[in-house]
């Protein structure tokens, strides 16, 4: 099974690869639902889908949410702002692996 991609700017990187961010969130869908997100599976974040050329911060799930976009932050809400209040939003909680981030 593949491990899934999460590309965030380089700003939220370093906020994960501080440990001051722990929590992505994104669109609920096809890519970003329970079933690919689940607690205890591994993911990659990145800043570029070219993993081998950039650093990588190896991560685990720890829990998953689905909230209403008008129940997210503030900076989410201005992140989406087309959406409807009752669009859904999935909240993907994320635990380093500690030793294994920045990887080539």
Not at 13 to 39: A, D, H, L
Not at 44 to 62: E, L, M, W
Not at 85 to 96: G, M, Q
Request: with cysteine; proline share 8%.
């Amino acid at each position: 099974m593949k491990v899934p991609l999460i590309v965030v700017k380089q700003g939220p990187f370093e906020e994960f690869s501080m440990g001051r961010k722990t929590i992505e969130y994104r669109r609920y869908g096809r890519m970003f639902n329970e079933r690919v997100f689940c607690p205890g599976r591994a993911v990659r974040i990145a800043r570029s889908f070219d993993i081998y050329r950039y650093p990588v911060i190896d991560a685990t799930v720890t829990r998953f949410e689905i909230i209403a976009c008008d129940q997210a932050p503030p900076q989410v809400q201005r992140r989406y702002p087309r959406l409807s209040p009752d669009a859904l939003i999935a909240l993907i909680h994320l635990e380093l692996i500690e030793g294994k981030w920045f990887r080539r």
